[in-house]
């Protein structure tokens, strides 16, 4: 099965991703790590998306859809991938889904994690991590047992990250949210695309989504 999560920043997609790929034994694909892993290995397409990013420019959607390429037809993903956050934008979809038809394969679902704009910045302005041992946390959601202790190794001090602001959080789920719209409607025209609202624990929402895997 050919998967892919679509949902804003603090949607939880990421985490789901990771369970259901443990669940069906099909890798989850981060582009931005396929993109780093040619990268670090000097191939030809990693040296052509770093002369890009040298120069200060985008890597192209064409070679982008490249090196999901080349992850694609390992052995690994025979049995189905899942596409984390890919595509973003309609220009990207309609070149992975030309890039799937050369291989003779397919999208199969489309799971789209929506989450109210309020609760995705509560998330994440709201977060922090334990400096010792990187325990999350959040100041909405979930304190320490003891505040100011850390629950996991009793640390005492924490941080948070300084984009974790609600300023650049808007701007930033703006952008999300125009580029997704052609998006979401493409996916909901050709019958792919599934809304998961991703308000509850993710245990809650895992058991959703496998019910609408296997549906």
């Known amino acids: 099965m050919n998967i892919i999560f ?6 939880g997609k990421g985490t789901q991703a990771q369970m259901l790929s443990e669940e069906l034994a099909i890798p989850q694909i981060s582009t931005g790590n396929a993109l780093r892993k040619e990268v670090e290995e ?3 397409i990693g040296k052509l998306a770093k002369s890009f990013m040298d120069s200060g420019d985008l890597v192209p959607d ?15 993903c025979q049995k189905g991938f899942i596409l984390d956050g890919f595509p973003r ?7 992975l889904d030309a890039m799937l038809e050369s291989l003779d394969k397919e999208i ?5 994690f929506d989450v109210d704009e309020d609760i995705l910045v509560k998330r994440i302005t709201g977060r922090y991590t334990c400096k010792k041992c990187n325990t999350p946390y959040n100041r909405f959601f979930k304190h320490p047992l003891k505040e100011g202790v850390c629950d996991n ?6 941080s948070n990250r300084v984009d974790d602001n609600e300023e650049t959080l808007r701007s930033r789920l ?6 997704s719209k052609d998006l ?4 909901e025209r050709n019958n792919l695309l599934i809304t998961i609202k991703a308000v509850k624990n993710p245990p809650l929402i895992f058991e959703e989504l496998l019910k609408a895997v296997n549906n």
């Open 174 to 179: 703006k952008v999300y949210n125009d580029l």
């Open 89 to 95: 934008n309609i220009s990207q979809a309609k070149t």
């Open 184 to 187: 979401i409607d493409h996916y």
């Open 108 to 112: 199969n679902k489309v799971f789209n």
């Open 153 to 158: 190794c009793q640390g005492e001090e924490f």
């Open 6 to 11: 679509l949902g804003a920043p603090g949607s």
């Open 42 to 44: 000097q191939s030809e």
């Open 62 to 76: 064409e070679v982008v859809v490249n090196i999901i390429k080349v992850r694609i037809i390992q052995d690994d």
